[in-house]
């Protein structure tokens, strides 16, 4: 069974810059999770998606982040513009039901000049 | 609000000895544990999970872990450290009414010969 897979691995932009970042869940996983990661700290919910409904965005910095999970497979998460303090690792995971287990990709790891 | 402490930011043991992980959280009902290890450039990998029944649960890898109602505590054992387990290791509570997860900062685990 493939994993989750993410894209890029690694991405280095200037401030003020936009920035996206994919992932492709196991398949058949209902819900996909966005999470952040700042160095020394753990994973931050961004936001959950049931399908590709919301069900939790309360820790997403809406003026600069947006997410969307077109037919409820991948997703995308953008940055725009981006802030020095959003460098951190973005950490997408996935399960087939709420409280399943988290099935987390490799990451992609963003640093903002 | 729901929360979880990891007292511990680095524990270095020698190869062969147990090992302890401490994990305390703040959550107003039963709460769903877990513990993550995550490898230098990788995803976050599930060890084990509590959701209910037994106190002592058993995970991947060798390790196990102890529910404590009293002392709200989770800790995460193993008893003969490999030097394949240095990694970080995170807790979780399972916040919410979607399963979405609260981890704790972790705590980075060395092992010498």
């Known amino acids: 069974e493939a994993g989750v897979a993410q894209s890029p691995r690694y991405k280095i932009i200037e401030k003020r810059q936009s920035v996206a970042f994919w992932c492709n869940p196991i398949s058949g996983h209902a819900t996909l999770y966005w999470y952040q990661q700042i160095l020394g700290q753990g994973p931050k919910l961004l936001i959950q998606?049931?399908?590709?409904?919301?069900?939790?965005d309360s820790q997403l910095p809406k003026d600069r982040f947006s997410a969307e999970r077109l037919k409820g497979v991948d997703s995308t998460l953008k940055i725009q513009p981006a802030k020095l303090e959003d460098s951190a690792v973005y950490l997408c995971a996935s399960s087939s039901v709420g409280f399943g287990e988290q099935y987390f990709g490799p990451g992609t790891r963003l640093t903002v000049t | 609000a729901q929360s979880v402490t990891q007292p511990d930011i680095h524990i270095t043991v020698s190869e062969g000895a147990s090992l302890e992980l401490r994990c305390n959280y703040s959550?107003?009902?039963?709460?769903?544990l877990f513990w993550y290890v995550q490898s230098p450039g990788q995803g976050l990998q599930l060890l084990l999970k509590?959701?209910?029944?037994?106190?002592l649960v058993q995970g991947i890898k060798g390790f196990e872990a102890e529910f404590k109602r009293s002392q709200s505590s989770f800790n995460l054992r193993k008893p003969s450290v490999h030097w394949s387990d240095a990694a970080e290791y995170f807790c979780a509570v399972g916040g919410g009414s979607q399963g979405n997860l609260i981890f704790g900062k972790g705590t980075k685990l060395s092992v010498k010969p």
């Open positions: 509590y959701f209910s029944g037994d106190t």
């Open positions: 959550y107003g009902a039963t709460p769903y």
């Open positions: 998606f049931q399908n590709n409904g919301v069900v939790d």
